[in-house]
């Protein structure tokens, strides 16, 4: 069975940095693209980033371009979202899930459940 399990959120500063684990268990990291998603109290869910299952060919918002990166370990059968320069708009709770494209994640995707990225002074 597909489970996903995120990791690695936290408190940090305005231009900090976290780096979030989603470890995947009952099928391999290459075999569905893997998304990042995020939602902040009274906000809708939004799409941050999402990495192919194939060619690794990455997608990411504006809101994170430039500052974030998305990768996939299938050693550790792991996807990974390095944050850097973190602003306080960034802070939600951040959740990975199989099946996105591009900002959007496909019906029957699975999903984490969510990791919380408070960004504060």
């Known amino acids: 069975q597909v489970q996903l399990v995120e990791s690695g959120g936290g408190l940090v500063q305005p231009g900090g940095s976290l780096r979030l684990s989603c470890a995947a268990s009952g099928f391999t990291v290459d075999h569905y693209p893997i998304g990042w998603f995020r939602q902040a109290p009274g906000k809708e869910r939004e799409g941050v980033s999402c990495?192919?299952?194939?060619?690794?060919?990455?997608y990411y918002a504006d809101a994170g371009n430039g500052r974030f990166t998305i990768s996939r370990d299938n050693a550790k059968n792991t996807v990974y979202l390095q944050m850097n320069s973190l602003k306080p708009e960034d802070t939600a709770v951040y959740y990975c899930a199989t099946n996105c494209l591009g900002a959007a994640v496909l019906f029957g995707a699975s999903w984490g459940q969510g990791t919380q990225v408070t960004v504060s002074s």
């Open positions: 990495i192919s299952s194939s060619d690794g060919d990455t």
